[in-house]
Each structure stands twice: as structure tokens, then as C-alpha cells.
């Protein structure tokens, strides 16, 4: 599985940004995808993830301003970030894998699929 992202960029405290995220290949395999982030100095975070029926999970500290979704046709993973803020600002990385291995709790652990990271940054 491959997974390109794109959309990071330089924003104003306030404004917003959409992530994309494309897979291609065996994506037979995967049926969850997720945005995880990792700021400097901080440990990874998984900001919000997505199953292939539509589940979400979105972590408190973006609730209400992140919102993920996905379009099935595309493969495509899509994180749309509203009043963005300082604090958001990291590295953010698509992740895909499977629920039987990766889900439980309702929590979604990185599965094995990475795409490239992309860099967001929001000024205040």
C-alpha cells in the first residue's frame, strides 16, 4: 500500500487547511486510515481516523476544529482543519491498516503504512 499526501502549508492562527490523503496498491488490505502528527520535541499523536464504514475518532485536542472524512470511490482520506492554531503546528502523517490488528478501544494504532509526512504550520 502507498499512500501520498499533500496540503500542508504556512496558515494564520484562525485560518484552515485540508489534508489529502491517496492510496494505491493492495488497499484491499487496509479498511482504517488515520492522520497521526508529531511536533518537535513531542511524541506522535494521532490526531483522527477513519474507518472504511465511516467510524471516526478525532482526539479532544482538535475536537470540534478537525474534521475527517473519506471518499471510498478516490481511496482518497481527507482531514479538514478549522481555526487552526499555533499548537497545531507539526509534521502530519497518513497512516493506513487494518482494524483487526490495529483498532481496539476505539483507538486506531499506527498500522504499517506510512505516507511522507507534511508540514503544517500555523503563526500567531
Known amino acids: 500500500v502507498q499512500l501520498q499526501a499533500s496540503g500542508g502549508g504556512l496558515v494564520q492562527a484562525g485560518g484552515s487547511l485540508r489534508l489529502s490523503c491517496a492510496a494505491s496498491?493492495?488497499?484491499?488490505?487496509?479498511?482504517?486510515m488515520g492522520w497521526y502528527r508529531q511536533a518537535p520535541g513531542k511524541e506522535r499523536e494521532l490526531v483522527a481516523s477513519i474507518t472504511s464504514g465511516g467510524r471516526t475518532n478525532t482526539a479532544d485536542s482538535v475536537k470540534g476544529r478537525f474534521t475527517i472524512s473519506r471518499d471510498n470511490a478516490k481511496n482518497t482520506v481527507y482531514l479538514q482543519m478549522n481555526s487552526l492554531k499555533p499548537e497545531d503546528t507539526a509534521v502530519y502523517y497518513c497512516n493506513a491498516g487494518s482494524t483487526a490488528r490495529y483498532y481496539s478501544g476505539n483507538y486506531y494504532y499506527p498500522g504499517p503504512y506510512w505516507g511522507q509526512g507534511t508540514q503544517v504550520t500555523v503563526s500567531s
Open positions: 496498491g493492495s488497499i484491499f488490505s487496509i479498511n482504517i
